[in-house]
């Protein structure tokens, strides 16, 4: 069976980075894009960033345009997402998730979510 782990949240201050990590294990890698999404308290769970497969594309939410950078290693089953200059509104559990299709305006989530990692960034 499929599975994603994230790893690498934590507490940072604002101006601080992170790298979070989504090792994946059970299926294809290369065969699924990966997204990274969030959701903070008390708002709906928003779309990041996603890389495709096998081509390596990459697309960006608005907010963190500039300072996150979406990665993958596929001998490694690994995608990462480095996170610099965070802010307060970075704070939320951040999932990686398969998916069918990344591209600018469609995201297609496949079979599989990690269970989330925590990044909490102090002003």
């Known amino acids: 069976e499929g599975q994603l782990v994230e790893s690498g949240g934590g507490l940072v201050q604002a101006g601080g980075s992170l790298r979070l990590s989504c090792a994946a294990s059970g299926f294809t890698f290369d065969d699924y894009g990966i997204g990274w999404f969030r959701q903070a308290p008390g708002k709906e769970r928003e779309g990041v960033s996603c890389i495709s497969s096998p081509d390596g594309s990459t697309y960006y939410a608005d907010s963190v345009k500039g300072r996150f950078t979406i990665s993958r290693d596929n001998a490694k089953n690994t995608a990462f997402l480095q996170m610099n200059s965070l802010k307060p509104e970075d704070t939320a559990v951040y999932y990686c998730?398969?998916?069918?299709?990344?591209?600018?305006?469609?995201?297609?989530?496949?079979?599989?979510w990690g269970q989330g990692t925590q990044v909490t960034v102090s002003s």
């Open positions: 998730a398969s998916l069918w299709l990344c591209e600018r305006a469609r995201w297609d989530v496949g079979d599989y």
